[in-house]
């Protein structure tokens, strides 16, 4: 049910190539990205404490809920776009309504992306698809962030605000404003009602291939994509996105040539360097992937994901000064992702440099001293199967935050998988007290008494 003070919006967050999600299972599979906005008045009066959540569409999943400042800005550091199907994001402010969004978008035709605006009516069930297409994925990633603004109104002063904005759209856009009183014309948006939608004027070969490897459907875009290489042989952009597809249905004999054909046409091709190094990861030919995530690096070096998979690779081929280097900038960058602290620190543990890997540790202790930090540490670890170091990443989380009953139940999984059976019961019996009603508490009692039989 939606809050009668709520609009929502559905964004798919920018990220850098189509080729992304093919990341194989290990280090490259990181992709997160920020969003922020601005929410104001009518006036552009800045509104503090407005509430914006955000909730991953495929999974259900809330992400952390932020506040405006007292300039109206907020920003969320971290949210996930490395799969699924983007984030509805909702403004709440009691007492006000949803007014006007404005964000980066994709428009009907699939072609163009620029800032659009929505009005939104009195029901607050405006639902709006930010679509961003992958051509323009690396650009907002030099940014780092996807851009989405809203205009709020009080609830009394609601049908005025949204008259007077729509009326000054219109101006803007050149179309007729209807004299004060008048009733809407036919197909004109009013509130509480979905604004039409204008026809779509017809695509070329390469838009539709586009569309739908943004759509996840790689191997329906292949016939577009082929078709606008015929077309275009010498469109670099054609060659990058059939080889795209190509490398989505794992087809790298035909990917390959496909993706130098674009770098030798142009090699600064958006997205082409970072599908080709993904095809070479897919290969295992790891040193020839670090030369096409450096160039595209140097062309978007704000990139998260470009920092996050190249300092990976960095660490997996033991260069390891260059992978402080990256996390570093990527720290200075979103010095709130802990996860980049994590990978600090193992480069750092690469060089056999201690001090400055606990250094590290304690930095991302310090960035989030409830405990979480540590916590989302040891359970990347424990699906990576390293049980020592998700048990010492638990002990910190424990440490910070004693009463963290899900850190001392994994630490207790994280025991019976390294055989300590004494210490696991310890830490399933601290769970059990913390959470006695947690569906996971009957689970635990069993497990301890089956670990105290075996004498533990």
């Known amino acids: ?113 620029t800032d659009d605006t929505y009005l939104v009516g009195q029901s607050q069930q405006g639902l709006h698809k930010v679509l961003v297409p992958a051509q323009a994925r ?43 009183g008048a009733a809407p014309a036919a197909g004109q948006a009013v509130p509480g009602a979905p604004a039409p939608v204008a026809a779509a004027p017809t695509r070329s070969a390469l838009d539709r291939a586009k569309e739908l490897l943004n759509d996840r459907k790689p191997a329906e875009a292949i016939a577009p994509a082929r078709e606008a290489v015929a077309a275009e042989p010498n469109n670099a952009e054609a060659h990058r996105w059939l080889g795209g597809a190509l490398l989505q249905v794992e087809n790298m004999a035909e990917a390959e040539p496909e993706l130098k054909k674009a770098l030798e046409l142009d090699p600064n091709t958006t997205g082409a360097n970072f599908d080709m190094g993904m095809l070479y990861v897919k290969k295992g030919r790891l040193m020839q992937a670090i030369p096409h995530f450096e160039k595209e690096h140097e062309l978007y070096p704000e990139a998260l994901a470009i920092h996050q998979n190249l300092g990976k690779l960095y660490i997996d081929t033991k260069q390891y000064d260059k992978a402080v280097a990256m996390f570093e900038s990527a720290i200075q960058i979103n010095p709130e992702n802990v996860e980049y602290y994590g990978s600090l620190a193992e480069a750092y543990k690469g060089m056999g440099n201690a001090e400055k890997e606990m250094e590290t540790y304690k930095r991302m202790g310090a960035a989030d001293p409830t405990g979480l930090a540590f916590y989302n540490l040891g359970n990347m670890m424990f699906n990576k199967s390293e049980m020592d170091k998700a048990a010492d990443a638990y002990k910190k989380a424990i440490e910070q935050a004693p009463d963290n009953a899900a850190a001392h139940y994994q630490l207790g999984l994280c025991y019976v998988n390294l055989a300590k059976f004494k210490e696991a019961v310890a830490e399933l019996d601290t769970f059990v007290k913390l959470k006695p009603k947690d569906p996971k508490a009957a689970e635990a009692k069993s497990l301890a008494a089956d670990l105290r039989k075996m004498g533990g």
């Open 138 to 180: 690396a650009v907002l990633a030099s940014k780092g962030k996807c851009v989405v603004d809203f205009i709020m109104a009080p609830d009394d002063k609601f049908v005025a605000t949204f008259t007077r904005l729509k009326n000054e759209k219109a101006a803007k856009e050149g179309k007729p404003v209807p004299a004060e």
């Open 1 to 113: 049910m939606i809050s009668k003070r709520a609009a929502r919006i559905l964004i798919l967050v920018p990220v850098i190539a189509a080729g992304l999600a093919l990341a194989p299972a290990g280090h490259l599979l990181a992709q997160e990205e920020r969003c922020e906005g601005t929410v104001t008045d009518d006036q552009g009066a800045p509104l503090l404490n407005v509430k914006v959540t955000f909730q991953k569409l495929d999974t259900k999943l809330m992400a952390q809920p932020v506040k405006t400042s007292k300039k109206g800005k907020y920003f969320h550091n971290f949210l996930d776009t490395a799969m699924g199907d983007g984030y509805e994001i909702k403004a709440e402010l009691e007492g006000y309504k949803i007014v006007q969004i404005t964000a980066l978008t994709m428009r009907q035709d699939g072609t163009t992306v």
